[in-house]
Each structure stands twice: as structure tokens, then as C-alpha cells.
């Protein structure tokens, strides 16, 4: 939420800035802006809306007032002051002197307003980020130090932050601190960055430095220090960054989703490569900490995620359950946190997370490490904060996603989640021939996600002709209930229509109740335990009129009469299927956008990592 960057350097700081907070769009993009230190001035220059909207503004202006080695940059999702120019950032002190970029949320700043405002500051903005402005101009005119300042004014802050700060007085340098809210020192030679995140940078560099919380760096384009709360300083390692440029194209697709679903064969080939060699010989997870005596210990497992993530660890209660015999609840990260969790050294807690970032996710890990229980960590950003609390670590390892909506990194968190309940069933003795054909399967799997893909097109045909609908239901049972209820997110997030999954057997409990010509009903249908049981409520829904469209392993002749279009997947073990359904829906939710004309990658309202609470 919200992107921040730095630069200082020989380049033309504007073209850094710009091209960064293009690689940052997914944190928000509801309005943005850029600082830049030009001859003893700082000149700030901001618009609503999409980046472009900046850019057009840019070029707008006299080339010699835009010309700087040294500038902030900011890309905005709103939390505080509606989306407008005056919102955006940076935002600056009363004389202009001082300016800077936040991502997070100062909780107190409405306490800290009424006490600068008195002191006689003039706020322009509703956001709680110019608080922070006023109050770090208010200590550098005490001190005339931008370090000291900025370590004096963040001990009155309550929140989280990430700041980037620059001082008329003091030219060509930066200075910036965190808490709680990612911000990472990119290396250089005659050149360094800040940035929320790596793309912003890696076009630049592969080398990178982390902050720890209420770290403060100065960076200058040939001097990076670092300084320790107590302003001793801090030598923090160089870090090699794990991303290649070209991960960042959309190597020809129209968007990132497509182009990212179109990655999930080799992102699971990817994910097994070093852990499953064949369905016989027993996984290897080598960053999974726990001892065999650990896992005998195990009484109960949490799960802890949002969204997407919630979804996945929904699919591991099943496979965990059924595989190591060890109870498993699941719940979102914004609920566990605010009540009596029952947590101790014999639960092994379990957070998913594809940023690693999520603020609501980051509040509940802290509060299971107080009570002992090992956090083992999902995530696709082994260098994320949530990755850094873990105790064990499962890196899913599938590329960095740009498309806001989760996608691939969905398949790898599910690959992980298997690889993890039969890690732990083959350490507890559990039988081998049950475990020796899931092996099997995700072996397989590759290759019939390629299968899906290269029938895209008769997905897209059913798209477009279900995209004139206002509403749909997704249904089905057993493991593949999170499908349903994943398919319906997607569908929501990127086209606006509203979609509910429900278990097919509540249907009859009050949904039925909408169900008529108009409502489509998506049903998802694996061979197994719960066939006939989701047959028979495409029964019902079909004699109430409803349109059902079938995703099925498996169709009988006397059943097809049923759906209005159905679409067939390839065979596969029911507990391994949500893998290959969920790709069917992502297609379709992509498609039925996509024909909408839908800002696909960059959905209304949303943002890909959410890092406020
Ligand atoms: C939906 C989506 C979100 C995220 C959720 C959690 O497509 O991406 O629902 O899954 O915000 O994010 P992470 O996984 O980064 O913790």
C-alpha cells in the first residue's frame, strides 16, 4: 500500500523516480508525486490519478526547474484524505523546506495535528502524512540535523511508516526510516536508491541493504550510513537480489495476470524441483526447522492468512487434516488477532502470505511468537518481514507477481502446502502408499495445467458469453470449497461483478432463494467423495432456471443436459484438483474482465500488498 522511492545520483533523478513507481503501480495508484532538490530548492510536483497523469504534468514543466540528481517519489492508495492532488505526496513543512513520502499509517496523528497546529503550523492536506512533515520540521529547526530530527520526531509517533525525507538545507542526500512498513537501501556505484520494493530498483542494481525497524539511513550517491536508534552506527550486510529485469516484462501477453497464469506449469516444475525427486523418496523442505520429536509434538495447527492466502491455507485444512491426522482451523489474520487464540509450544503455526507483507497477517505472527508456537512462514519473498519472523520458512519461489490479482503465486502457496502436510505425515510414519501417489500427482501436474492452458480459448468463448451477468454463485465441496470461494474472488476483484462461493449443500439453506434465469451457477465437480452429492445440487439449481456451467474432471452422458456450458479438465485426485480448477477460474474471471474492458492489472480500489491493518 502505497510505493516509495529515493534516488541520488548522476542520472537525472526524474527519469529514476518515474520508472520506479511505474514497477511500484501494484502498491496503489490513486494519485502520485516526486520532490526534486534543484538548486538549493526543492521543487514538488504531484497529480491525481494514474502515474500518466504525473508524467503529463512533468512534461509540462520548464526541463532546467525538473533537472536533479537527487529526488523522492511517491505512488498513493488513499487510507487517510480522499485521492486528489492535495492528498498526494510528498507533502511538505509550512515553509517548503522540508518535504517527504510516507507509506503506512500514523494512528496518532489527529493528537499530533491539534498540538502543531497550536504550535502554529498550517495544514494544506487531510492526510495524516503532513503531521509527520510539520512535526520533522519542527525538530530540525531545534536541532538543524536531519538524522537527529527525524529520530526525534518518529519517537512520537504511533503507527507504522516508511519515510523517504529530503531538507533544502541539506542538498542531494536523503534521509529515510521504517517501521513496520517495508523500505530497502538500494547499492549503486555513484548512484544509490530507496525503494518499497525491489522492482522499483533492479533495473538498476542487484544489490540491496534491508533496514531494520527504526533504522535511519543518509544516503548520498557515494556514502550510505546507517544509524541504530541510539544513532550509533550500524554496519547492515549487502544482499543479493533475487530478481532478473525480465521478470518485470510482459514478455508479449496483453496483461501480467495472463501472462502470470500462463507461468503456473514452471512455477510448480519450479517449486518441486529440489523437493520431491520421485514419488518414493521422502520430500525435502531444508528450511523447515522442525525436528521429528517437534513434529510427534504437534497437537494442533493454525492457520493464518488473507484473501487469496486465506484461501489456500482453506485447502490445507483438508489436505493437512486428512494426510497427518492433526486438527487444523484456519482463519483470516484481521480476526485471530483480536481475540483469546489458544496458542502454545505445541502448535505449529502456519502464516501464507505471497508479499510476506500484510500488515494484518505481520500483527498475528507476533502475537503466536509471544506464546511459543513455531511460525512456519508461506511466502513468495523470502526477504520479506514476515519471512524474517519465521521460524521455519517455505519460499514458494513463484517469481515476482505484478498483476494485482493472485495468481500464480496461489498454485505455488497450494504446491507448498502439500509438500508441507506430506513432509509432516512422512515424518509421523503415516502410510507411504497414500503419500507415494499425491507425489505422484503433483509430478504429473505440469503437464496438465499445460493442458488447461492450451484450451483457453473455449474458457475465453464462455467468458464472453456470461459477461453481460450481474451476479454469480460458485459452488462445490470437499477440498475444492476454497476453490469456489477463490474463483468468486477473482471474478470480483478485476471485473466488479458480484460473486459469492458458497459449499454446494448450503445452497439449499437460503442462496437457492436467488437463484433464477439470471443468476449464473459455477459449479466445481471432481470424481470422488463428493460427486453426486455437488450433482445433485446442479440438480436443484437447474430446476430453478438457473444458467450452471460444470468444471469437471468428469461429466456422465445422462448429467450433461444439465449445464449450459461446461468445461473439462484433466483426471486428477480429487485432494490434488483445486490446482487445476482454480486455473480454469482464473481464466475465466480474467476473460470475462478483459471483454468488459476492466483495468485488469490494476483493479479499482485495491492494492497488492496491504500494509495497513
Ligand atoms: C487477491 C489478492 C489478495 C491477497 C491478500 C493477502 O487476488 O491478491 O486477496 O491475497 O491481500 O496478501 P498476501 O498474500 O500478500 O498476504
Given at each position: 500500500m502505497c510505493g516509495i522511492v529515493g534516488y541520488v545520483g548522476y542520472q537525472n533523478a526524474v527519469d529514476v523516480l518515474i520508472d520506479g513507481l511505474r514497477h511500484l503501480e501494484y502498491r496503489g495508484y490513486d494519485s502520485s508525486g516526486v520532490a526534486l532538490y534543484n538548486g538549493g530548492k526543492i521543487n514538488v510536483y504531484k497529480a491525481q490519478g494514474k502515474l500518466q497523469n504525473l508524467v503529463d504534468e512533468?512534461?509540462?514543466?520548464?526541463?532546467?526547474?525538473?533537472?536533479?540528481?537527487?529526488?523522492?517519489?511517491?505512488?498513493?492508495?488513499?487510507?487517510?484524505?480522499?485521492?486528489?492532488?492535495?492528498?498526494?505526496?510528498?507533502?511538505?513543512?509550512?515553509?517548503?523546506?522540508?518535504?517527504?513520502?510516507?507509506?503506512?499509517?500514523?494512528?496518532?496523528?489527529?493528537?499530533?495535528?491539534?498540538?502543531?497546529?497550536?504550535?502554529?503550523?498550517?495544514?494544506?492536506?487531510?492526510?495524516?502524512?503532513?503531521?509527520?512533515a510539520h512535526l520533522i520540521a519542527y525538530e530540525y529547526a531545534k536541532t538543524k540535523d536531519l538524522i537527529s530530527a527525524l529520530k526525534n520526531a518518529v519517537k512520537k509517533l504511533k503507527g507504522a511508516w516508511a519515510f523517504c525525507v529530503m531538507h533544502k538545507n541539506e542538498p542531494d542526500c536523503i534521509v529515510a526510516t521504517r517501521?513496520?512498513?517495508?523500505?530497502?537501501?538500494?547499492?549503486?556505484?555513484?548512484?544509490?536508491?530507496?525503494?518499497?520494493?525491489?522492482?522499483?530498483?533492479?533495473?538498476?542494481?542487484?544489490?540491496?541493504?534491508?533496514?531494520?525497524?527504526?533504522?535511519?539511513?543518509?544516503i548520498t550517491k557515494d556514502k550510505i550510513e546507517i544509524y541504530n536508534p541510539d544513532l550509533t552506527l550500524s554496519q547492515n550486510k549487502v544482499e543479493f537480489l533475487p530478481f532478473e529485469p525480465m521478470a518485470l516484462s510482459k514478455m508479449g501477453y496483453k496483461h501480467y495476470m495472463l501472462k502470470e497464469i500462463h507461468e503456473q506449469p514452471d512455477v510448480v516444475r519450479n517449486i518441486l524441483q529440489d523437493k520431491i525427486f520421485d514419488e518414493i523418496s521422502d520430500i525435502k523442505?531444508?528450511?523447515?526447522?522442525?525436528?521429528?520429536?517437534?513434529?510427534?509434538?504437534?497437537?494442533?495447527?493454525?492457520?493464518?492468512?488473507?484473501?487469496?492466502?486465506?484461501?489456500?491455507?482453506?485447502?490445507?485444512?483438508?489436505?493437512?487434516?486428512?494426510?497427518?491426522?492433526?486438527?487444523?482451523?484456519?482463519?483470516?489474520?484481521?480476526?485471530?488477532i483480536y481475540r483469546s487464540t489458544i496458542a502454545d509450544k505445541n502448535t505449529l503455526v502456519i502464516g501464507i502470505s505471497q508479499s510476506g507483507e500484510t500488515a494484518d497477517t505481520i500483527t498475528a505472527i507476533r502475537q503466536v511468537k509471544e506464546k511459543?508456537?513455531?511460525?512456519?512462514?508461506?511466502?513468495?519473498?523470502?526477504?520479506?518481514?514476515?519471512?524474517?519472523?519465521?521460524?521455519?520458512?517455505?519460499?514458494?519461489?513463484?517469481?515476482?507477481?505484478?498483476?494485482?490479482?493472485?495468481?500464480?503465486?496461489?498454485?505455488?502457496?497450494?504446491?507448498?502446502i502439500y509438500l508441507l502436510a506430506i513432509f509432516i505425515a512422512e515424518n509421523l510414519g503415516k502410510e507411504k502408499s497414500i503419500l507415494n501417489?499425491?507425489?505422484?500427482?503433483?509430478?504429473?501436474?505440469?503437464?496438465?495445467?499445460?493442458?488447461?492452458?492450451?484450451?483457453?480459448?473455449?474458457?475465453?468463448?464462455?467468458?464472453?458469453?456470461?459477461s453481460g451477468y450481474k451476479n454469480f454463485i460458485f459452488i462445490a465441496r470437499g477440498i475444492?470449497?476454497?476453490?469456489?470461494?477463490?474463483?468468486?474472488?477473482?471474478?470480483?476483484?478485476?471485473?466488479?461483478?458480484?460473486?459469492?462461493?458458497?459449499?454446494?449443500?448450503?445452497?439449499?439453506?437460503?442462496?437457492?432463494?436467488?437463484?433464477?434465469e439470471t443468476m449464473p451457477v459455477l459449479a466445481i465437480l471432481n470424481e470422488g467423495r463428493v460427486y453426486d452429492k455437488v450433482m445433485s445440487n446442479c440438480e436443484e439449481a437447474y430446476a430453478r432456471q438457473a444458467k450452471l456451467i460444470g468444471v469437471a474432471n468428469y461429466i456422465d452422458d445422462k448429467h450433461k443436459q444439465l449445464f449450459d456450458d461446461y468445461i473439462l479438465i484433466p483426471e486428477i485426485l480429487d485432494m490434488v484438483s483445486p490446482a487445476l480448477n482454480v486455473t480454469v477460474l482464473q481464466l475465466l474471471a480474467y476473460y470475462i474482465a478483459e471483454y468488459l474492458g476492466k483495468d485488469v492489472d490494476q483493479p479499482r480500489n485495491l492494492a497488492k500488498s496491504v500494509t495497513v491493518e
Amino acid at each position: 500500500m502505497c510505493g516509495i522511492v529515493g534516488y541520488v545520483g548522476y542520472q537525472n533523478a526524474v527519469d529514476v523516480l518515474i520508472d520506479g513507481l511505474r514497477h511500484l503501480e501494484y502498491r496503489g495508484y490513486d494519485s502520485s508525486g516526486v520532490a526534486l532538490y534543484n538548486g538549493g530548492k526543492i521543487n514538488v510536483y504531484k497529480a491525481q490519478g494514474k502515474l500518466q497523469n504525473l508524467v503529463d504534468e512533468l512534461k509540462k514543466q520548464d526541463p532546467s526547474e525538473i533537472k536533479s540528481n537527487a529526488g523522492i517519489g511517491h505512488i498513493r492508495w488513499a487510507t487517510h484524505g480522499v485521492p486528489n492532488q492535495i492528498n498526494a505526496h510528498p507533502q511538505t513543512c509550512n515553509c517548503g523546506g522540508l518535504t517527504l513520502v510516507h507509506n503506512g499509517i500514523i494512528e496518532n496523528y489527529a493528537e499530533l495535528k491539534t498540538e502543531l497546529e497550536n504550535a502554529g503550523c498550517k495544514f494544506k492536506s487531510q492526510t495524516d502524512t503532513e503531521v509527520a512533515a510539520h512535526l520533522i520540521a519542527y525538530e530540525y529547526a531545534k536541532t538543524k540535523d536531519l538524522i537527529s530530527a527525524l529520530k526525534n520526531a518518529v519517537k512520537k509517533l504511533k503507527g507504522a511508516w516508511a519515510f523517504c525525507v529530503m531538507h533544502k538545507n541539506e542538498p542531494d542526500c536523503i534521509v529515510a526510516t521504517r517501521k513496520n512498513a517495508p523500505l530497502l537501501i538500494g547499492v549503486g556505484e555513484n548512484e544509490n536508491f530507496l525503494a518499497s520494493d525491489i522492482p522499483a530498483i533492479i533495473k538498476y542494481t542487484k544489490k540491496a541493504i534491508y533496514l531494520n525497524d527504526d533504522q535511519i539511513t543518509k544516503i548520498t550517491k557515494d556514502k550510505i550510513e546507517i544509524y541504530n536508534p541510539d544513532l550509533t552506527l550500524s554496519q547492515n550486510k549487502v544482499e543479493f537480489l533475487p530478481f532478473e529485469p525480465m521478470a518485470l516484462s510482459k514478455m508479449g501477453y496483453k496483461h501480467y495476470m495472463l501472462k502470470e497464469i500462463h507461468e503456473q506449469p514452471d512455477v510448480v516444475r519450479n517449486i518441486l524441483q529440489d523437493k520431491i525427486f520421485d514419488e518414493i523418496s521422502d520430500i525435502k523442505l531444508k528450511d523447515v526447522k522442525l525436528t521429528k520429536e517437534e513434529i510427534k509434538n504437534i497437537k494442533r495447527i493454525q492457520i493464518i492468512a488473507c484473501g487469496t492466502s486465506l484461501h489456500a491455507g482453506l485447502v490445507g485444512k483438508y489436505v493437512m487434516e486428512e494426510l497427518t491426522g492433526i486438527p487444523v482451523d484456519v482463519e483470516a489474520s484481521s480476526e485471530y488477532i483480536y481475540r483469546s487464540t489458544i496458542a502454545d509450544k505445541n502448535t505449529l503455526v502456519i502464516g501464507i502470505s505471497q508479499s510476506g507483507e500484510t500488515a494484518d497477517t505481520i500483527t498475528a505472527i507476533r502475537q503466536v511468537k509471544e506464546k511459543g508456537a513455531h511460525v512456519l512462514i508461506i511466502t513468495n519473498r523470502n526477504e520479506s518481514m514476515l519471512a524474517r519472523l519465521s521460524d521455519s520458512l517455505l519460499h514458494v519461489n513463484a517469481g515476482i507477481e505484478v498483476s494485482v490479482a493472485a495468481t500464480k503465486s496461489y498454485i505455488a502457496q497450494l504446491i507448498s502446502i502439500y509438500l508441507l502436510a506430506i513432509f509432516i505425515a512422512e515424518n509421523l510414519g503415516k502410510e507411504k502408499s497414500i503419500l507415494n501417489n499425491i507425489k505422484h500427482e503433483l509430478l504429473l501436474l505440469p503437464s496438465k495445467l499445460e493442458a488447461i492452458l492450451s484450451n483457453a480459448s473455449h474458457i475465453r468463448d464462455v467468458a464472453k458469453k456470461y459477461s453481460g451477468y450481474k451476479n454469480f454463485i460458485f459452488i462445490a465441496r470437499g477440498i475444492n470449497y476454497p476453490t469456489a470461494l477463490e474463483g468468486a474472488l477473482k471474478l470480483k476483484e478485476i471485473s466488479y461483478i458480484n460473486a459469492t462461493g458458497y459449499p454446494a449443500g448450503e445452497l439449499k439453506h437460503g442462496p437457492i432463494a436467488m437463484l433464477d434465469e439470471t443468476m449464473p451457477v459455477l459449479a466445481i465437480l471432481n470424481e470422488g467423495r463428493v460427486y453426486d452429492k455437488v450433482m445433485s445440487n446442479c440438480e436443484e439449481a437447474y430446476a430453478r432456471q438457473a444458467k450452471l456451467i460444470g468444471v469437471a474432471n468428469y461429466i456422465d452422458d445422462k448429467h450433461k443436459q444439465l449445464f449450459d456450458d461446461y468445461i473439462l479438465i484433466p483426471e486428477i485426485l480429487d485432494m490434488v484438483s483445486p490446482a487445476l480448477n482454480v486455473t480454469v477460474l482464473q481464466l475465466l474471471a480474467y476473460y470475462i474482465a478483459e471483454y468488459l474492458g476492466k483495468d485488469v492489472d490494476q483493479p479499482r480500489n485495491l492494492a497488492k500488498s496491504v500494509t495497513v491493518e
